[in-house]
């Protein structure tokens, strides 16, 4: 169980305790397992002392421009907004209560950069670290408050007009994807109440629901909150999701398809893929159903997620890791030539390295595919920046060999991959070279994303970004006897647009927009050009490139293609990771930086919403608040703010939802 120890002010309940009796909530208690530390140190998650609630510092003011809220008629850029998403006649209707004063939540002043990672500022106590953990509490019980206040029981909240959003099936989708984060922040009574919903909820819908989403969110959520307590009712829950999502698996080759009925079992991929699967979505599922298959001895489950690594790979005619977006379900055959670490590629990298590790590392098989991966990564979608030598991870085609200087904030995820790989792989005896140049890589990389960050005025990340490669410089593998990279423009001169509310007529839940693209074979695949995202061509004037201001020069090392933050948790993800492994403090300050920026900019009266352009000093909410803040932004902060005895890396995996999956040391 997770008793409490209170605060000395009274006020909200600091940190969880974990004891081995029950503690009286007024619903079921809260078991949670404790895993102890293998040399016999503390407990993976340990008790810790109870934080003055008075101490986290002076409350951020509110924002004196009267921001103007997105049209209520207009769906909110970054939402899932399915034309016929009906309000669920089994949800409450939220009371039609004024909304209460927001509570105060401590930032800082933004941490300027320091001079580079390998020049750490001081440490900081373990009473700073107390403090800021304690703010990202607040600000979870903030958001979530206002969740429950107006939209508990619907998916997500619209955090500007505290309207309710059901995009995901109407289940609470935001109560699935916090419960685990309540039980690391000792939030008992909210998550007695969200555990009573959830084994409320009924999954048998006549309802197509997002395969990949609804594994990652909702059987993540599940398993995650399983693993912290091993709740049987929730491995019930988990098992009734896992079952029905399955259905998916059933075409020619195994490889899913993207949307499954719940009640049905019809499973289709939608018309804007031209009917192919997507790489991140059926290579990002895996440890879930693995996991599932473990728990409840249900090998089937396991064999059936493991089979499409195997195909994704036999439809590779490469031989350097480099996975196209798109595949045919039926024929198992690549029907692109697009490669991206960022957006319909992201996730399915980091699940090669981590299903190695959570099956406890008895699989040499992952082992295998992600370094091979890596190496791709290294040799053709690894650039550096004009005039100062920034490193990115663009996107890639193989058929032409030309790289794309653009990057996704999704891809911010790759400094903590390669960080977790050069580690945890170190361990087994190899070519630690190797690993070392891994390490350096992810260094790079988290600089970058860092300064995407702290180089806008609001001190938050975009969307997107391309990079300044000079036009005339050749890419060079770093293989010898590979012919050399050209450089593509990093906007194709046929694609126009901007943040404006066009809408394409077939729209991916992404925001991209799928083209036809003629090849020089005359031949036409399946492409992806950022329509929705892509700038106007009065915005790649020079004059609008944003500044990069490593020194005194006035050259620009990127510029904005989309502004918009969505909450998103991959830079975060990477700090904590990066901090873990290293233990520079650096990374640290970094991620309180972010955190009081989000705070300063981001935070509504009812909770958190992202934000239309970053590169604006006071910018306009976007009205939509996904459930992956509670899941990855808000857990990512609170546990780079937490000892390293609460979930270590070399006992935990965490899914693409942060969802933490206990390593498995013995086969079933």
Known sequence: VVPVVEAPNGGAPAVPVPVAESADVGAPSIPVRIVEDPDGGAPAVPAQVAENADAVGPAVPENPDKRSPPDPAVAPLGAPTPADAPTPADAPTPADAPTPAAPDVAVAPPVAAPAGVDAPPPPTSEAVDAVRRESVRQAFLHAYGGYTRHAFGFDELRPVTNETNSSWGAFGVTIFDALDTMLLMGLKEEYAKARDWVLSVTFDKDYAASFFESTIRYLGGLLGAFELTRDQELLRKADDIGGRLAAAFESKTGVPYAIVNLRTGKARNPSWTGGSSILSEVGSVQLEFKYLAHHTGKSHYAEKAHKVIEVLRAGLDNTEGLYPTYINPDAGLFTNDLVSYGGLGDSFYEYLLKQYLLMGKRDPRMKELYLEAVEGLRNRLVGHTEPNGWAFVGEYNVRSQRLIPEMD??????????????????????????????????????DTCYRLYEQQPTGIGSERVAFNVAAD??????????????VAPSVPSSVSGSDSPTTPQSVSPLGRTPEIEDVADGGALLALHSVADSPSPSSQLPSQRHLLAKDSSNEKDFRIVSGRYLLRPETVESLFVMYRLTGNETYKEWGWSIFSAVVRHCKTPSSFSGLLDVAKSHPDWNNSMQSFFFAETLKYLYLLFSPPTVLPLDQFVFNTEAHPLGIINSPS
């Open 409 to 446: 904030h999704l891809v911010c995820y790759v400094p903590g991959m390669l960080a977790l790989g050069a580690v945890r792989l170190k361990d087994d005896g190899n070519d630690s070279a190797i690993y070392a140049e891994h390490m350096e890589l992810a260094k790079e990389l988290m």
């Open 473 to 486: 410089r050749v890419v060079v593998s770093r293989r010898q006897g590979r012919k050399p990279l050209d």
